[in-house]
């Protein structure tokens, strides 16, 4: 008796911390990102739904290349290329972002499976320069646009462009560099 | 209220009727067993049953008076509230530790990366020696990449 008449208030106190917890992480997030300029999409209905698209045909390619179809998973990254992104303005940071995730998706497996679907390192050239697009410096720093931009180095150390491909290594590394310095501000591992 | 029926006899019946349950309830619910309550069915046999039933009760009941088995309840209780406040501890300790092996896989990964470009960058100065350019970013990329690995170990397996 005494244990059920003291238990009612004692699932509301375990309770509210984890609610005014959750309240909390979604304004620190929201904050967060507002801050970090990456919550400006002019329409994040269209972020939304492009992120939703390619949730699934990212899951649809991991899925193809597990089966060892490359093929296959060439032509579904291929197909969402050519598909309309948002600009930056529409899209916001994020939009880029997701964009950069597919093209570097893309760029990999061409380079690592040169003979499946192969095209020469000029078109694999003018993937990358398509992918980022004029304003990829303008990004926040992410982990996508690090990735696509080591790539194209190594498209472009291929085409025997070595002075471009260490520039593109050097702004890579940068971004990598920044984004761990962030991960260890936070709080020493 | 119907013929020669008096209110006050009527609430007699009543009040006795709320006593007697009152009185076996708190039997019930003090811990005695269900099984030794007389049957209302077995008129002849109900007094004698009554009192051993009543014997039986008083030598199956673990604690002397009530004030031994409220202590008990609430030791019980006590125990309860710790196990409690236990797990409420191991899950907050779980979450911290989620969020740090995510926290280190997203350094280890890094890490790798800029090692990753280090070595492409060392190996396009090996192809271009005596180039300040290239051997400048070698050296430095070796310095990124020898912090990284540093903050990477720093992580716990």
């Known amino acids: 008796m005494t244990v059920s008449r003291t238990n009612e208030p004692r699932r509301g106190r375990s309770l509210l911390p984890v609610v005014l917890g959750m309240m909390l992480g979604a304004l620190a997030m929201l904050v967060g990102l507002a801050q970090a300029g990456r919550l400006s999409p002019r329409k994040p209905e269209v972020v939304v739904a492009l992120g939703q698209l390619l949730e699934a045909e990212h899951r649809r390619v991991s899925l193809l290349v597990e089966r060892g179809d490359i093929a296959g998973a060439i032509e579904v990254l291929e197909a969402l290329r050519k598909q309309p992104w948002p600009d930056r303005e529409t899209g916001g940071d994020v939009g880029k972002q997701l964009r950069h995730d597919v093209y570097g998706r893309l760029l990999r497996l061409r380079l690592d499976h040169p003979k499946v679907l192969p095209v020469g390192p000029a078109a694999l050239l003018e993937l990358a320069d398509e992918g980022l697009g004029s304003d990829a410096l303008d990004v926040d720093t992410n982990p996508f646009t690090a990735r696509l931009t080591a790539l194209r180095g190594e498209v472009l150390e291929q085409l025997d462009r070595d002075d471009d491909a260490l520039t593109a290594y050097e702004a890579a590394l940068e971004m990598n560099r920044v984004l761990l310095e962030r991960e260890l501000q936070e709080s020493p591992p | ?157």
């Open chain 2, 1 to 157: 209220m119907s013929g020669g029926e008096r209110p006050g006899a009527r609430w007699g019946a009543c009040l006795l009727a709320l006593m007697l349950g009152a009185c076996s309830a708190t039997k019930v619910h003090d811990g005695a067993p269900a099984s030794v309550a007389p049957s209302p069915t077995r008129d002849g046999e109900g007094e004698s049953m009554k009192a051993e039933a009543s014997e039986e009760a008083e030598a199956a009941w673990p604690g002397e008076d009530l004030d031994e088995l409220d202590a008990e309840v609430q030791q019980a209780w006590s125990e309860l509230e710790g196990l409690d406040q236990e797990r409420e501890k191991a899950s907050a300790a779980g979450k911290v530790d989620g969020s740090m092996a995510a926290r280190c896989e997203r350094i280890r990964g890094l890490a790798d990366q800029i090692c990753t470009l280090s070595q492409r960058m060392c190996g396009l100065a090996v192809e271009h020696p005596g180039q300040a350019r290239y051997a400048s970013a070698c050296v430095q990329s070796e310095d990124t990449c020898e912090r990284a690995r540093q903050a990477a170990e720093r992580c716990p397996e």
